[in-house]
């Protein structure tokens, strides 16, 4: 970040007051200049394939249901062949924190790659302004167009731009909503205008925020709404990769005909053209420094590198680098931060695939009755009284077989002669312990209780509990 001059007491107040001025600023609207390269390519393929994956997600079907469905009423997550529940809560905390470690893992090696190439914010962006200049043309034609009155051309060009957006925004507020509630039924609801109060919120409320993001607020949602560009310093150093100008190879700048020996004239690579600010999403000059204001995006490094190419220079006047390498001096890309962030990120991801590969979709809690510690039978057994929970975490339901060990001649009754229990259900199932007082040879003893599924001998867990005698 571009840190305020040191010169004087004077030039730090001119800093402070020029902040102050942006930050009461009457905003000025952007007009991204369409650009084309490299880095323009990759962002086109990064935009079409995070759209892609999110439109077309809802829609995939696996073994007869929908793939990925977050079933918020039903308490369960399903994705593919994988059904979470509450009580696998702990699956949602790693993957949490597993995706912002990889967010400090990448910033620390290359910037903020994430802003300029998958951020939600950008990737929208990016949409609304293709449509933008599919229907006004580029940045010129817009330019004159809001500087025009009010017309019928123009009211018919502003409309049809507003309704196009709004129904792409609509689109995406209702397959929003499709993550959690069948998308096909919410289609059919939807065409028969008997969507439920939640449902229709859901979706409008996405729907704006769509709009209103993508549309309007574009830029300042990512230089005062994000977060992220203000903490981002806190993991960059000397040899994080960012977008920069290098102003001893570009300085001092001018205009020049191509023609022209410029060093003879003591002109730096920079024809000052101002390309590179006018394709910047968020109007900022990288000529000036490293901001927080830059998304790392590269539009300008595009277009630069295309007035490069015109002028007869050698292209990177305006790269991907680092601080160390603009100073002369040796990068790094293995270094203290990189490492730790790297083997967090290893060990966090294998203690989260092997704790999902030990994952059992059966549940058993064992509660001891506590109003009573034991009691003696008639028959002078002892017996002790038990309330177990059985979670069926699985697809479908099943029939499961229950025994105990841990003491020698150890009864087990219940009341219940079948133990079944359906999908998702939790069944309570009070079952006695009873055991001949000379088999006890101290006050507490260990039992295990075993739970087996009938039809599949894999879907078995086992709980420990205690049995108390005089």
């Not at 900022?284 to 490293?290: E, H, K, M, S």
């Not at 203690?351 to 058993?364: H, K, N, P, V």
């Not at 101290?442 to 078995?460: E, Q």
């Amino acid at each position: 970040m571009t840190a305020p001059d040191s010169k004087g007491p004077a030039a730090a107040d001119h800093s402070d007051k020029q902040v102050e001025q942006s930050l009461y600023a009457k905003r000025e609207k952007i007009y991204p200049r369409e650009v084309h390269g490299l880095y323009a390519r990759l962002r086109t393929l990064g935009v079409l394939g995070l759209l892609g994956i999110y439109y077309l997600t809802p829609w995939l079907r696996w073994d007869g249901s929908q793939a990925i469905l977050l079933d918020l009423p039903a308490r369960k997550f399903h994705i593919f062949a994988l059904t979470l529940w509450p009580q696998d809560f702990i699956y949602l905390a790693f993957l949490l924190i597993i995706a912002g470690l990889t967010l400090f893992f990448v910033t620390a090696l290359a910037g903020r790659i994430w802003c300029g190439y998958a951020c939600p914010q950008t990737v929208w962006t990016e949409a609304f302004l293709w449509i933008e200049r599919k229907v006004e043309g580029d940045r010129m034609r817009q330019q004159k167009l809001d500087a025009m009155p009010m017309n019928a051309r123009k009211f018919r060009i502003k409309a049809t731009k507003q309704v196009l957006w709004l129904l792409f925004a609509g689109w995406t507020g209702f397959t929003f909503v499709g993550y959690f509630t069948p998308i096909t039924d919410l289609g059919q609801r939807l065409l028969s205008f008997s969507l439920g109060p939640w449902e229709t919120f859901w979706v409008i409320f996405y729907s704006f925020a769509t709009y209103g993001n993508a549309g309007f607020m574009r830029e300042q949602v990512c230089k005062y709404m994000c977060p992220y560009a203000r903490f981002q310093s806190a993991m960059f150093d000397n040899d994080t990769l960012i977008v920069s100008y290098l102003p001893g190879r570009g300085e001092p700048r001018g205009s020049r005909k191509r023609s022209a020996d410029y060093k003879a004239l003591g002109l730096g690579d920079c024809i000052d053209c101002t390309l590179c600010v006018q394709v910047c999403p968020t109007g900022i000059d990288i000529r000036n420094g490293l901001q927080y204001e830059c998304i790392a995006c590269s539009a300008c490094i595009d277009a630069c590198d295309d007035v490069m190419d015109r002028m007869g220079y050698p292209r990177g006047l305006i790269t991907y680098t680092t601080e160390n390498a603009m100073q002369g001096a040796r990068s790094h890309i293995l270094r203290p931060r990189v490492i730790i962030y790297a083997l967090l990120l290893m060990t966090i991801m294998s203690i989260f695939a092997y704790s999902l590969s030990q994952r059992t979709t059966l549940g058993l809690d064992v509660i001891r009755d506590r109003n009573r510690l034991y009691r003696e039978t008639n028959d002078g057994e002892i017996e002790n009284v038990y309330v177990l929970k059985i979670l069926n975490m699985d697809n479908k339901g099943h029939a499961y077989h229950l025994t105990v060990d841990g003491i020698h001649d150890l009864e087990l009754h219940t009341d219940t002669r079948r133990i079944w229990v359906d999908a998702g259900e939790v069944l309570e199932l009070p079952v006695r312990l009873r055991v001949e007082e000379d088999e006890l040879h101290k006050r507490s003893s260990k039992v295990v209780f075993h739970l087996t599924a009938t039809d599949d001998p894999k879907l078995s867990v086992r709980e420990d509990a205690r049995f108390l005698g005089p």
